[in-house]
């Protein structure tokens, strides 16, 4: 596991970052990979520290200034550009089908029109270029607001189209996998895999993975056995989605 995965984010983001970093590898040039919502640099950072050049682009000034200051200090702040933006307005500030991969980790949700952002991230990708899709799961809010005792608003969270457990959930929408391969589809993108993320890790008692020996690796190794078996994608707080743009153009 790379160590900008380690280590108790690890918990939140290795899954991601070892079916993104294979899809990296694999292409075996230098690539364009616009991030958008990148904020700080959670991935761009790691991605640019491969050898590719990434554009970041989040409505956030103060993420964008703590993007620049994490690339300086990772050695890579010439491959590393932030720009302010976000999705709706993505062409007021980078170009139609100039990325060779996209990543639209954490923003879906937050659109108040999931299909059209999602078109025009699709849209900032070259044809036969990839897709990383990491969005908010419906299961997992579901199962978690039960664990706690929050009976009604899990079935709630079970029944509204959203996916919203009430008024006062900070997230505007939640996604089966059915439902973001079927959006990903209509955007002109094939579906190359499906991934559960954080399948157990929300689940768990911080205070077990944090003391008990060996307990946070064994952690991960199980999330990572987990994350690509369908039968846990209904449960998993997150949905990652990575497929590849039409040939075409789409």
């Known amino acids: 596991m790379s160590d900008p995965m380690r280590p108790r984010a690890a918990l939140r983001t290795a899954v991601v970052w070892d079916v993104l970093k294979d899809a990296l590898d694999g292409a075996g040039q230098t690539l364009d990979v616009l991030d958008t919502g990148g904020g700080t640099g959670n991935f761009a950072v790691p991605v640019a520290r491969l050898g590719h050049r990434v554009t970041v682009v989040d409505p956030s000034p103060n993420a964008l200034f703590a993007l620049e200051r994490r690339a300086a200090e990772a050695g890579v702040a010439d491959l590393v550009h932030g720009v302010q933006g976000d999705v709706h307005g993505l062409f007021d500030v980078v170009g139609r089908e100039s990325f060779d991969v996209v990543l639209c980790h954490g923003v879906l949700e937050y659109l108040d029109r999931?299909?059209?952002?999602?078109?025009?991230?699709?849209?900032?990708?070259?044809?036969?270029?990839?897709?990383?899709?990491?969005?908010?799961?419906?299961?997992?809010?579901?199962?978690?607001?039960?664990?706690?005792?929050?009976?009604?608003?899990?079935?709630?969270?079970?029944?509204?189209?959203?996916?919203?457990?009430?008024?006062?959930?900070?997230?505007?929408?939640?996604?089966?996998?059915g439902q973001l391969t079927a959006l990903v589809a209509d955007a002109g993108v094939e579906t190359g895999a499906v991934h559960g993320v954080r399948v157990f890790s929300d689940l768990v008692p911080g205070v077990l993975v944090d003391t008990e020996p060996g307990a946070l690796d064994a952690l991960l190794r199980l999330e990572a056995a987990a994350a690509a078996r369908p039968e846990f994608h209904a449960v998993a707080t997150q949905l990652h989605v990575l497929g590849r743009k039409s040939a075409a153009g789409g």
């Open 114 to 177: 999931p299909a059209a952002g999602l078109g025009n991230v699709v849209a900032a990708l070259r044809p036969g270029g990839t897709l990383s899709l990491l969005a908010a799961g419906l299961g997992g809010a579901v199962l978690a607001r039960a664990l706690a005792g929050h009976f009604s608003e899990a079935r709630q969270a079970l029944d509204d189209p959203e996916g919203r457990w009430g008024a006062a959930d900070p997230v505007p929408h939640r996604f089966t996998a």
